[in-house]
């Protein structure tokens, strides 16, 4: 099993590019963005709690989201790999998923950065809101206080890894097919 974190401050490209990469290596998407949107939309109560921190940038309580985790990796012990798309986002999530991982044995392979500056991030973010419906990316203020949370919650996880000799910077500012190349290159 092979084990990645697609990793990067909101906006760089994550799920962009791990559409791309689980057709390509049919690894499982693991998303926590896209499962806490899927339980919003459907009403559960775990999504409505979710949406009370999504809506205003900021994130998910922690032992939420590592449970949300815990049950889709238990529940594709066969799959050859995960990719792991903004998971984790805290130091406290890289230590769950290092410890799941390393009880199953197969620990984190790489983490790939996509790394994007501010303004652009922005950009992105406030064309994908006016089509995308999605509350967090309406509002500039919203948006500039998820890079503070990332800034202040998710950053050390770059430090974290690396210590590891594990992370792997990519330039996001590239075309998404630029981007995908040197992804690429990383994987095989
Ligand atoms: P996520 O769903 O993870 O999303 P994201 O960070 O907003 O975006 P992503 O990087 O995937 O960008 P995308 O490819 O779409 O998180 C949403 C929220 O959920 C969080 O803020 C948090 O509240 C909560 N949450 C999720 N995981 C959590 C966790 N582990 N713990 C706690 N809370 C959690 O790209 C963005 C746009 O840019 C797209 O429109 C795309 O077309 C465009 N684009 C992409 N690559 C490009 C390129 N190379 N050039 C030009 N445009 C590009």
Do not use: W
């Amino acid at each position: 099993m092979k084990n990645f974190i697609l990793f990067g401050p909101p906006g760089a490209g994550k799920g962009t590019q791990s559409e791309q990469l689980i057709a390509k290596y049919h690894l499982i998407h693991l998303s926590t963005g896209d499962i806490l949107r899927a339980e919003r939309k459907e009403g559960t109560p775990l999504g409505q709690k979710a949406n009370e921190y999504i809506s205003k940038g900021e994130l998910v309580p922690d032992e939420v989201v590592i449970e949300m985790v815990a049950n889709k990796i238990n529940e594709n012990l066969d799959a050859i790999g995960f990719i792991f798309d903004g998971f984790p986002r805290t130091v406290t999530q890289g230590n769950a998923l290092d410890d799941m991982l390393n009880k199953l044995g197969h620990p984190i392979t790489k983490m790939l950065a996509l790394e994007v500056d501010e303004d652009e991030l922005t950009k992105r973010l406030l064309l994908r809101g006016e089509t995308s419906g999605r509350a967090d990316d309406q509002e500039e203020a919203t948006i500039r206080n998820r890079f503070k949370v990332y800034n202040d919650e998710t950053l050390p996880l770059k430090e974290f890894y690396r210590v590891q000799g594990k992370y792997n910077g990519v330039n996001g500012m590239n075309s998404i097919e630029t981007v995908f190349g040197e992804l690429c290159a990383l994987l095989d």
